[in-house]
């Protein structure tokens, strides 16, 4: 049986080279650079909550790294370095002995494209939760933010939406699936590809930017009110795929579209003069960015549908806390 000693040795221990010190002793070191700012997200995956509690251990570890670097990308931020706090049930890795191989294999193969050094954490027994802290670095003064959105501004988002949102409904039978559709369905919702690179991009050419985690609706909406402005956005301008396509307009699929979550696209305001520049770089990074709609002078948010009438949304997106 492993001790948690042994679990930190042998799955979570690699050597590192930006950071000065990493797992093993007391606290990590790192040298911030004078020229950069240290950018911090941290992001929480609860069993039952976030995740099935049998899920596949190899995407639960590509995921929880996915989520956080997706917060790099709303910053433009380049992530460098991350933290792994882990709560297992002893049962669990007693089970299932190749939990934590598979975990850690999830988390390192995400962690070696972006060159991220895991250089510390927690390793405790008790109900599956997995936390994650990003650090990264971006140029002084450059990091993209949910307030900086003006008037004019386009409306952006990146990939398309309410692929990951469908799959889950599927899962709840809410919706049925063909399997080619559910298979594309659920690795957008269990491996998102974050959009770190895109981000990086971004910091000359947009003004504000957030990464869509809670759905359109929720985070276009932190924008605004961030910003203190409105926006109309228009429904059939939504980049979706043509699974999602084919089941428009059901409520479920536009709900799915508006306020699914787990996207971890990107959602980002522009000035129009921007435009060419942009699908220059979509081009360029084959990432599909859409004008989705305008930001405005005052507040709120409304969705046009197709005949141009509005749409009021009965959820706005996902809020743990919300009734
Ligand atoms: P402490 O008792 O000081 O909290 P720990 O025994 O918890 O120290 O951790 C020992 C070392 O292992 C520390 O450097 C810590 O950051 C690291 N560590 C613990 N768990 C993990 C993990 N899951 N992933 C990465 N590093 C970890
Ligand atoms: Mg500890």
């Known amino acids: 049986m492993h001790s948690e000693f ?3 040795r042998q799955y979570f221990t690699r050597p590192v080279t930006k950071a000065t010190l990493g797992v093993g002793d007391d606290a990590a070191l790192i040298t911030a650079s004078i020229e950069k700012e240290l950018v911090i997200a941290v992001d929480t ?9 049998d899920a596949d251990p190899r995407k639960l570890g590509y995921k929880a790294l996915a989520v956080n670097l997706s917060d790099m990308a709303a910053m433009g931020a380049n992530p460098c370095w991350a933290t792994l706090s882990l ?10 002995k190749a939990w934590l191989d598979e975990f ?3 988390f390192f193969e995400l962690a070696n494209i972006y060159q991220i050094e895991l250089i510390g954490g927690d390793t405790t027994r008790g109900p599956l939760n997995i936390c994650v802290q990003i650090i990264g670095e971006v140029e002084k003064g450059k990091a993209m933010l949910r307030s900086g959105a003006k008037p004019d501004d386009d409306i952006w988002v990146s990939g398309y939406l309410g692929d990951a949102a469908l799959a889950l409904a599927h899962i709840n039978e ?3 699936l063909d399997s080619d559709e559910l298979m594309h369905c659920e690795s957008a919702l269990n491996t998102p590809i974050a959009r770190v690179e895109l981000g990086r991009q971004l910091i000359n050419l947009a003004h504000s930017a957030i990464d869509i985690s809670d759905g359109l ?3 276009l909406g932190h924008i605004v009110e961030c910003s203190n402005v409105a926006a109309t956005i228009n429904l059939n301008e939504i980049a979706c795929s043509s699974i999602l396509k084919k089941y428009l307009p059901q409520p479920i699929a536009v709900r799915c579209l508006l306020a699914g979550g787990d996207d971890y696209e990107l959602c980002f305001t522009a000035s129009e003069g921007k435009h060419k520049e942009i699908e220059e770089l979509s081009l360029k990074s084959a990432i599909p960015l859409t004008r989705i709609g305008k930001i405005k002078p005052g507040k709120g948010l409304t969705i046009f ?3 141009s009438t509005a749409i009021t949304l009965e959820t706005k ?3 743990h806390f919300g009734t």
């Open 174 to 176: 809410n919706i049925i």
């Open 6 to 8: 042994d679990i930190i």
């Open 104 to 106: 850690s294999a999830g």
């Open 217 to 219: 609706i929720a985070d």
């Open 305 to 307: 549908n197709t005949d």
């Open 45 to 53: 995956l609860v069993s039952g909550h976030h995740f099935f509690a």
């Open 317 to 319: 997106g996902y809020d």
């Open 87 to 96: 709560t297992v049930p002893k049962k669990l890795i007693q089970t299932n």
